[in-house]
């Protein structure tokens, strides 16, 4: 009778533990579950895929910090997007999401490239970006139309885009990153700032010219002081700008200030009013967020976004510096997947070849460049 009631106890605590354990997963699915249905929004950034966990294997070796990366991918620089994640994921042990933000007719071939190389064990989740969600917003000219690139103005829209996210990280695709993504992501923010950036004064920029345009690392090179409406917002013309291409967002407080919402309405004013300058040479979605952040953001360590490596052909750093950058930025017409630009050899380590042959490297050998 006594072994009868230890078996009977034993039993029982089993079937409790399964169901326990049976609670737990579902609990887990479901939460899963209401975050998929939750996340299209009316903005038009739709969620078409999302690969909710790593292989055990890779999860063993990373630790459970999650860090939601945002990148734009457009078709004809699809490269640079597929390098620069690669970069990403090769130098931390952290549990990175990438949140690629692309357009209807790239997705087919982004899925293809993600699943057919050696980056199919990455946590991402692919975003159909509408440009409709800009209209009235962006001056467009007729004759030069096709020049407007919606995916330039993904980092306005970074609550929708992640919106269980705390913070998240926002790059452009021609970057590089060299040490673990985990020091940027947790990059100090001020009490009530909403983001990051890397300032134009730092000490990797030199105060870069730019040909046509004047010093652009001030606001004066993309505001138009004439304007009256720039003119009442007090702000130094000598104030140094920042860079937009790499920062750290701090999503709680930029729904509490409604971040998106001023950006809208700057792009809405100049649309009506040209603010910028008209020597911009820079991306035109620089100026609104240099007259939201104004004085109100915080500043990343400046080897975690070292750029202009795009502005000329020649090499403007010491390889020593180059190799001690926690991310390099080809921002600047000479990308390293298309005509010639600085350590583009560098960039090349960490780019996985098309899978269907469409994107290809168009460049032609630095020495045949320099013969010339």
């Known amino acids: 009778f006594f072994k009868f009631s230890v078996n009977i106890s034993i039993l029982i605590v089993a079937v409790v533990i399964f169901l326990l354990v049976l609670h737990r997963n579902f609990l887990g699915l479901s939460d899963f579950l209401k975050r998929e249905l939750s996340d299209s929004n009316p903005l038009g950034l739709q969620p078409i895929d999302f690969i909710p966990a790593a292989p055990q294997r890779l999860a063993d070796e990373r630790n459970d910090k999650e860090i939601s990366v945002v990148i734009a991918a457009s078709d004809e620089r699809l490269g640079g997007a597929i390098a620069a994640m690669n ?12 949140h690629i933000v692309t357009m209807n007719d790239t ?6 490239w993600l699943s057919n190389t050696a980056l199919k064990n990455l946590r991402y989740r692919i975003l159909d970006f509408d440009p409709r969600v800009l209209d009235g917003k962006v001056q467009v000219d007729p004759q030069k139309a096709d020049t ?20 998240a990280i926002y790059v452009d695709d021609d970057i590089i990153v060299q ?7 947790n990059t100090p923010l001020k009490p009530g700032h ?11 920029t030199n105060k870069v010219a730019v040909r046509g345009a004047g010093n652009q690392y001030n606001y004066i090179g993309f505001l138009d002081y004439k304007k009256e409406t720039i003119r009442k917002l007090a702000m130094k013309a000598n104030t140094c700008s920042f860079n937009p291409g790499v920062f750290v967002a701090n999503l709680t407080e930029w729904k509490l200030q409604n971040i998106t919402k001023q950006l809208e309405k700057w792009m809405a004013l100049n649309v009506a009013e040209e603010l910028y300058s008209r020597t911009l040479a820079g991306s035109i979605t620089t100026p609104p967020l240099l007259i939201v952040f104004y004085k109100q953001h915080s500043s990343i360590d400046p080897m975690w976004n070292v750029r202009h490596l795009g502005s000329s052909a020649g090499k403007r750093y010491s390889p020593q510096f180059v190799k001690a950058a926690k991310l390099l ?8 997947w298309g005509r010639t630009a600085s350590y583009a050899e560098v960039w090349e380590k960490w780019y996985v070849p098309d899978p269907t042959g469409k994107f290809s490297l168009i460049r032609r050998h630095s020495e045949a460049y320099e013969a010339k």
Request: proline share 6%; with cysteine; net charge negative.
């Open 194 to 204: 909403a983001a990051a950036f890397s300032d134009d004064c730092d000490s990797t």
């Open 179 to 185: 040490d673990d993504i985990l020091e940027l992501y």
């Open 148 to 167: 407007l690139k919606p995916l330039t103005f993904v980092r306005f829209y970074l609550p929708n885009l992640v919106p269980h996210a705390e913070k």
């Open 87 to 98: 970069s990403i994921y090769r130098h931390t042990r952290s549990n990175v999401v990438f």
């Open 329 to 336: 930025h080809w921002n600047g017409h000479f990308k390293p």
């Open 107 to 112: 997705v087919d071939h982004l899925r293809l």
